[in-house]
């Protein structure tokens, strides 16, 4: 079984639960701005996550690539499932 480096058992946590943790709070962003807005933002910030994880210059700005794009998987996460059980 392959497990990673280290950096990856320290990254993909950070992702995993801020997407968790924004999962939670995206039910009320959808209610004050509705789905296409919630998709939007969501798809807005997790480009911008991504983008500074693809630029990045050290550790640090790479967690912060990942929290970022933990908000923004949080928020499509929520908005996407909703929209298959209602469709």
Known sequence: ???GSAADLV???FLFSLSIAT???AGRVGDM???KGTLSVGAVVFTI?????TLTVGFWSMILGRVISGFGVGLL???NK???LIS
């Open 11 to 13: 990254l993909f946590p």
């Open 33 to 35: 701005i509705g789905r």
């Open 77 to 79: 996460s929520l908005v």
């Open 82 to 84: 909703t929209n298959r």
């Open 49 to 53: 996550g991504g983008a500074l994880q």
């Open 1 to 3: 079984m392959f497990v």
């Open 23 to 25: 999962s939670l709070a």
